[in-house]
């Protein structure tokens, strides 16, 4: 029996965007979770067509984005950069396919549900356009924790600040990294003002500054009054996802040395006067989650163990020393896995796991 | 005429670590700033004393660490470890010298004022023991900024993440994060869990995990409940500095791969609305800080440029989108300058520049 065989009936997924660094990472996760898809199809654009590449053990031919390329399709992940999302996540959904699409161009759409399913799977169903949003790379890092916390003590203020890898800026972040240290190892530099500049030129790369020896408080791009357009999605999109529309949320961005693994510090104000033992104990028991925290042997997390992995692992829990309504929390998540392409794959999951007559068409038009 | 004859009169000033790496700074920065000294006298460990070492182009001979060490001393700056401070700074008070000390060991004692000369320059004066203390280097890196917005807004409540360089845990913590760096520069190290930690090695240096390529939410040694002793000192230090003993702050401390110079994010509550207009007037007339902040031309504080000056940098100013009362903050100072010599230099010159009955043993004793 060909492996196709045994996949008769089940439902057709597409990845557009399949040659990019999310798509390779979403192919990936396909490989590894339960198989429930019956073809997968990869599409990207023309210049990618006639490319293989590996999904499920076997070689997969890329096609060319186009609007047969959905052809038969049920369900259909995108990545790529929002204009392109924009012009062809509705014709995917005019043709039929529920989309779930990982660029910034529908999440604050009201039409458009934006879903993390640990915390609001509910809100999947209702999809008017056919497209279902995946949130900021940011946001997912630490959404599922505080969404666990939210359920338990009723969230009512997020302070939050990020320790952002140089993958989110994709490909070109990664490269720019690794071609900066390999400039300043073995060197002197960082101790002199404007000696880690002058070492690596003015080829930032995607950043606005030299990211080796440095951190860089800037991530996206300028929004009103000086926010960067990064702070302004952690703010919205936590918001929506968490159902609480006016929820205080203030955030400062800041890009790091790391490769993969975004980290963030959250100060998280709640209803009422909380503890830890009852924190950790959510923490410890939340589908998604793992709570490593225990520093007296030296336990926390760090982009460095917990890159590659799926779960948001959450450390530093402390009560607030001077408010016993807040928490202190340390949180890491892979950026490019529960960031982008686990959480886009748990999505589609969700959609396929529908009864039939929710996914396609009919239940593009809402429900 | 030698340089001595023009220093006749003048007050004796000592230097006690001064081979250690903040010792060194001092030296630089009593090099660059007028020369308001007498004697400058170079005191370490007896396995450094005969080195000679640099201070205002001269070449001075170090002497021993002993009671004879401070005869004649008028002020004297220590940058030693916390045992060694807690056991000779009390002894060259008694020797008649006031002593600036740099270490943990006072900062919190009632009878020790804690000073930051742009914050609170009149509190030197009370110095019942003898001693002034300096603050920690994280506290010293946001303090100036934070306490010219206090004198104008009030400040309520503070919540604080830190961007901390590898140069606060000494020596050693720069030579780690360089070996570190070599080992994981021109690799493709970041990308799988645990590739950093099995390429650095177990040799982590002063740190708990590796540094490069990674960021750590931990420094210093573990209080009550969780805290680490770094992120109390920030709490209680800039609460006694500012002279709010009740004031609400939430801190979390993080280690970075950046050589020198701290960076913060500082979410700031004040009593009343505050104005970003009014915010940036203040920074950019208050000494000590430079407001660098024009996210439109890419200007806002990194590490890389902020090193090897003497202020606060400030930048990213916003006023919080969900509360008319509180302001985010990016703030950039070199821990081993303003953070560390810089500072202590500064309280050593208030203490030299009081009339001349305040010095020595008299003052030693309080007014």
Request: aromatic fraction near 4%.
């Amino acid at each position: 029996m060909t492996p196709d065989a045994g996949r008769a009936g089940r439902p057709t997924l597409a990845v557009v965007g399949a040659t990019g660094t999310v798509g390779a990472v979403m192919l990936q996760i396909l490989s590894q979770r339960a198989d429930i898809w019956g073809e997968i199809r990869l599409i990207a654009s023309p210049r990618s067509a006639g490319r293989k590449l590996a999904v499920r053990g076997e070689q997969v031919e890329v096609v060319a984005l186009s609007e047969d390329a959905f052809d038969g399709v049920d369900v259909v992940m995108f990545d790529v950069p929002d204009e392109v999302a924009g012009q062809w996540a509705p014709v995917a959904a005019a043709h039929g396919a529920v989309v779930v699409d990982n660029s910034g161009a529908f999440r604050m759409d009201p039409d458009v549900p934006l879903v993390v399913p640990e915390v609001n799977a509910h809100a999947v169903r209702r999809r008017p356009r056919g497209i279902v949003a995946n949130p900021d790379c940011t946001t997912l890092s630490m959404i599922v924790a505080l969404g666990a916390l939210h359920a338990e003590f009723g969230l009512r203020e997020l302070v939050v600040s990020s320790y952002q890898a140089v993958s989110g800026a994709g490909r070109a972040g990664v490269e720019t990294l690794r071609r900066q240290l390999s400039l300043v190892a073995g060197t002197e530099l960082g101790t002199h003002p404007g000696d880690v500049r002058r070492a690596v030129g003015d080829d930032t790369g995607p950043f606005p500054e030299p990211v080796a020896l440095n951190v860089v408080p800037w991530a996206g791009s300028l929004r009103e009054d000086g926010w960067s357009s990064e702070e302004m999605k952690v703010r919205d999109e936590s918001r929506k996802i968490l159902g609480l529309p006016t929820l205080p949320v203030a955030v400062t961005c800041v890009r790091v040395p790391v490769v993969t693994t975004h980290s963030l510090t959250v100060h998280a104000r709640f209803e009422g006067e909380v503890t830890v033992d009852k924190a950790r104990e959510i923490l410890a028991t939340a589908p998604g989650v793992v709570l490593f925290d225990n520093p007296a042997a030296g336990e926390y997390p760090t982009p460095a163990d917990v890159v590659g992995t799926d779960p948001t692992w959450v450390g530093r829990v402390r009560r607030a020393l001077d408010d016993p309504t807040a928490l202190e929390l340390f949180v890491c998540g892979d950026n490019q896995r529960k960031g982008a392409a686990l959480n886009a794959t748990q999505i589609a999951e969700l959609v396929a796991a529908e009864p039939r007559s929710h996914t396609g068409r009919d239940a593009a038009r809402g429900d």
